[in-house]
């Protein structure tokens, strides 16, 4: 790659989030940056896209560095989707998401707004990283985490990066000298156990909150809870093809042939 | 199973659609039904759980047949999720989440709230299966297939589905003879080429809607693509691990070790 590479930034923390500041300021660095990401925040909005509805989008004005801003009132996959489609001049050499305020590891892939977007971008043929900080604070320290940002995303590009393996990254929340290095890992079999904690509105309708306990029993030292765990950043390679290949054989075996 | 199986069914489209409808009359001939599903419309919410929010669910009253049902606020995932932990007596012995009214095969998958139920129900360790018919109309005929879905759920149960792979099932819009049978197959690789159709409001503000086009350049005979185009019943066998153990030995050459 002759000139500098083409970044898109988003997240789903929405774009006034500090995570999504500190991935533009390293961004920055490495080449020119269009950031398109939500106007409000949408965690554990998956991997949902806006069809029955209309979609907003705004340049922003005073914006602080050198980069393109646009917020957009979709969700993370379709800030994606219009930045490509729509609003880039030219397809992006890579997509970046994140930082995410708290863990997408394990099973938190699946209800990841931060890592649908960047699975987006790999759908749309374009190598993508998520990355995320366990820590959900709005005041989460991003200092630390920031050279090894800058050290994955330039490994991205230098080793061509495939867009059909997009990477799930998260950091410890440690300083950047406890910070032991970089594990190549498989997610982990952990989930939540959900709990409802149930209520009345004032006027004595029940309703709902959603709370739960995250439960890892996988106890293997290549999985992404290990690494953390250890003071490791894990980065686990994820894909799209949800094809359970290994069941393929079996479920020839249930006679549904004619 | 001695008992009657114990059967929660849910779908994206909403509790009034005609297409879980459709799937509450077969599963009332298998086993005991119990219905969590969304209040409202929620097609293409991927992933999406509610924990910015707070939920709400009605039991319904004046239902016809015997099964119980619940119509509740939030997406597919949260309907699965509340169903099991809050609504019913004990886990059930299986979830079926659909009819879809439109496809969710190839990477449809990703977008699919009928899937993403399903898939919430196997991370919960209860074994599951989305059904989707060809047809986005609401008045598309579902008779031709009732027998199919009966004939795959009653495997799945006499068969004893593992909870891990779940089983994302698409019927072509045909007549019951013209269905030449079920496939098991892979996910085409697949993808959608989008177009933003921009607008003016009647106040003059910009804005979009997503429309695209589907492109399926995966020739291979066996994908849940080809099955479908000729006439058969697709079966994907579907996982939640997104791992992509093949990337793994690749990444590890990147040179992070310290």
């Known amino acids: 790659m002759s000139q500098r590479p083409l970044i898109l930034v988003t997240n789903d923390d929405g774009i006034t989030a500090p995570g999504i500041r500190a991935l533009i300021q390293v961004m920055n660095l490495i080449g020119d940056v269009v950031v398109v990401a939500p106007d409000s925040p949408q965690s554990a909005m998956g991997h949902a896209i806006t069809i029955n509805s209309t979609l907003h989008c705004n340049q922003m004005k005073n914006v602080v560095g050198p ?23 030219r397809k992006p050499d890579i997509c970046v998401s994140g930082v995410n305020h708290g863990s997408n590891s394990s099973i938190n892939v699946v209800y990841s707004g931060t890592m649908s977007a960047a699975i987006e971008a790999g759908i749309q043929g374009i190598p993508a990283i998520g990355f995320s900080l366990l820590d959900y604070r709005w005041d989460a320290d991003f200092e630390p985490i920031k050279p090894f940002i800058e050290k994955i995303t330039r490994a991205a590009i230098k080793n061509e990066q495939r867009a059909d393996v997009v990477l799930n990254v998260n950091f410890p929340a440690l300083e950047e000298g406890e910070i032991k290095g970089i594990r190549i890992c498989r997610q982990a079999k952990a989930n939540w156990v959900e709990k409802f904690d149930k209520r009345q509105s004032p006027l004595g309708r029940d309703y709902y909150w959603l709370t739960g306990e995250f439960i890892n029993e996988d106890k293997c030292q290549d999985t992404d ?16 093809d949800l094809t359970a290949h290994h069941a393929i054989q079996e479920l020839n075996n249930w006679g549904f042939e004619k």
Chains 1, 2 share one sequence.
């Not at 980069?67 to 001049?89: H, R």
Request: hydrophobic content about 35%; overall charge negative.
């Open 67 to 89: 980069q393109k801003e646009y917020q957009c009132s979709g969700t993370p996959a379709d800030c994606v989707k219009l930045a490509i489609n729509e609003l880039m001049d």
């Open 225 to 240: 809870e290990w690494a953390l765990k250890e003071g490791y950043i894990s980065l686990v390679p994820t894909q799209f």
